[in-house]
């Protein structure tokens, strides 16, 4: 049996954890043109390595779609 890594999530209330995963989505989705992502919220993502900036445009990392992927 191998030992799975923790999630990149790990460490947040559930709460917070679920809202990020939703965020997440939105993203992969292309959904923020229409929803406004919570400046905090980027600025979490991007500090777990979940998401990066591209012209102003949040994407996902490879990290954030095994994070999706992920459970």
């Given at each position: 049996?191998?030992d799975q890594p923790d999630s990149p ?13 939703w965020v997440l989505r939105d993203v ?22 979940l998401i990066e900036m591209r012209d ?16």
């Open positions: 049996m191998t999530l790990a460490g947040l209330n559930l709460d917070t954890a679920i809202h990020l995963r992969k989705a292309k959904r923020t043109k229409f929803m406004q992502v919570s400046p905090d919220d980027i600025t979490t993502l991007i500090e777990r390595g102003e445009i949040p994407v996902l990392t490879d990290e954030g779609e095994r994070a999706l992927d992920w459970g």
